[in-house]
């Protein structure tokens, strides 16, 4: 079995395809309710969330562990700056908000959402780091400025499923969509695809390369067409730009994945994270067909989920 101290990013994983047939594993045993009775996860969300709060959830639950939410715009607006003079709206320092939530958490999942505006501060992570220096329990990543780990390892979990060889040609495709979106999803799918060493297309409009430091090794290409020749999934996502930071370039709906694009690949499933707005980033005719994984993937969120608490709590009581 893997330990895992934190699940913040990819890094925090030893042996990424090793995870994955963790996932696949355990999700074909029965439940363990002992296994972590009396442990207790605490999920903040800065942000809305179905799939992440509730398959988190049933993984606690499937584990025995017991799970409390807090929506954090519900609560005491929080201060992250050191030496503020905390006069105006914000009424609890993060200082003593992560001190006090670890007391009563096991682990702390966090959801927290980039500005989109300042780069530098939203790749820095400081909701993530601040929990991890003033808090003092493992941090798990519910999707944050730079990624979304928990969606990559159910991702790779459901092509390993489906794959018909051992290593599929991939194709992350950019899709149009009416509002900014982060870079964290088409971050994690891609670097979580490289390190399963699967064969990483990535097509999107000119002035949307994601940091490079996600997608070493993978092809990029520019034209929707000739990017779905042979390939075995499709993944669309939308994203903002990380050049021109959180802008939004381009809203050419011919992106858009549709049936005809579907035509050329190796008769290719199709993914997306959810949730997905029908006939602006996929046709209804493509997420509707049997080559559509997308429920399947949001079930493979529970066994991730399920996977990563695991290994913490294993690394925990060691
Ligand atoms: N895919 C995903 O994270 O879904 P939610 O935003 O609904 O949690």
């Known amino acids: 079995m893997s330990q895992i101290k934190h699940f913040t990013s990819l890094a ?9 047939e963790e996932v696949i594993t355990w999700k074909n045993q029965p439940a363990n309710p002992d296994f972590a009775k009396g442990f207790s996860l605490v999920l903040l969300f800065f942000n809305p969330s179905l799939r992440t709060r509730l398959s988190s959830q049933r993984a606690a639950q499937l584990l025995g562990m017991d799970s409390m939410v807090l929506d954090v715009g519900s609560s005491w607006p929080l201060e992250f700056d050191l030496g503020t003079v905390m ?22 999942g966090i959801r927290s959402f980039p500005t989109l505006e300042n780069r530098d501060l ?8 601040a929990f991890k220096k003033y808090g003092d329990r493992p941090v798990v990543n519910l999707e944050s400025g730079t990624g979304h780990p928990l969606q990559g390892l159910a991702d790779m979990t459901t ?20 509002r900014a979106l982060p870079q964290s999803v088409p971050n994690s799918f891609a670097e979580w695809t490289l390190a399963q060493d699967y064969d990483l297309v990535i097509a999107h409009p000119e002035g949307y390369d994601l940091d490079p430091r996600f997608t070493q090794g993978a092809t990029i290409m520019h034209d929707p067409d000739t990017a779905y ?9 939308n994203w903002s730009s990380y050049q021109e930071y959180g802008k939004i370039l381009d809203r050419n709906p011919t992106w858009m994945v549709d049936a005809k694009k579907m035509s050329k690949t190796n008769n290719a499933f199709f993914m997306h994270c959810l949730p997905v ?16 994984l997308v429920i ?14 695991r290994n913490i709590i294993t690394n925990i009581n060691t």
Request: proline share 5%; hydrophobic share 40%.
């Open 12 to 20: 925090d994983v030893d042996d990424p395809q090793k995870l994955v």
């Open 87 to 108: 006069d105006q709206n914000k009424s609890e320092h993060i200082k003593e908000a992560a001190a006090v939530i670890s007391q009563y958490a096991d682990i702390i």
């Open 122 to 129: 939203d790749y820095s992570e400081p909701v993530i780091e």
């Open 159 to 178: 092509i390993r499923e489906h794959r018909k060889t051992e290593r599929p040609r991939v194709l992350l495709t950019w899709a149009p969509h009416p």
């Open 229 to 237: 020749e042979g390939v075995d999934f499709v993944y669309a996502k």
């Open 277 to 292: 707005r029908r006939n602006v980033v996929v046709a209804d005719d493509v997420i509707d067909s049997k080559q559509s």
């Open 296 to 309: 399947q993937q949001s079930n493979n969120r529970t066994f991730a989920a399920m996977a990563v608490l």
